[in-house]
């Protein structure tokens, strides 16, 4: 299994990012997807999270800002982001939690995509 995240870019604050993490390779379902993200100097943190049944939960940085969603046909997770502002500068990475078709239920990464917010 295989996760290609795209989406990152840069963005004055106020701006709007949307990020798409697509799973590929021998799966049967996908239980939790979320989204990290890594500022220099400090750990990965969870940005948003979405599990099999749609709940939703985000780290309390994100305030309304933020939307998760998941289109389960496509393997694909999405994490609209808006008002952006600098202090979310980071390296977003999804994550998925995958049950494969070998019969295992294994955790992956995406590689991260860049996100830069500055005027």
């Known amino acids: 299994v295989q996760l290609q995240a795209s989406g990152g870019g840069s963005v004055q604050p106020g701006g709007s990012l949307r990020l798409s993490c697509v799973a590929s390779?021998?799966?049967?379902?996908?239980?939790?997807m979320g989204w990290y993200r890594q500022i220099p100097g400090k750990q990965r943190e969870s940005v948003a999270r979405?599990?099999?049944?749609?709940?939703?939960y985000y780290g309390d940085f994100v305030k309304g800002r933020f939307t998760i969603s998941r289109a389960d046909a496509k393997n694909t997770v999405y994490l609209q982001m808006n008002n952006l502002k600098s202090e979310d500068t980071a390296v977003y990475y999804c994550?998925?939690?995958?049950?494969?078709?070998?019969?295992?239920?294994?955790?992956?990464w995406g590689q991260g995509t860049q996100v830069t917010v500055s005027s």
């Open positions: 390779g021998s799966i049967v379902s996908i239980n939790n």
């Open positions: 979405i599990i099999s049944g749609g709940s939703t």
């Open positions: 994550n998925m939690i995958v049950r494969e078709a070998r019969g295992t239920i294994n955790n992956y």
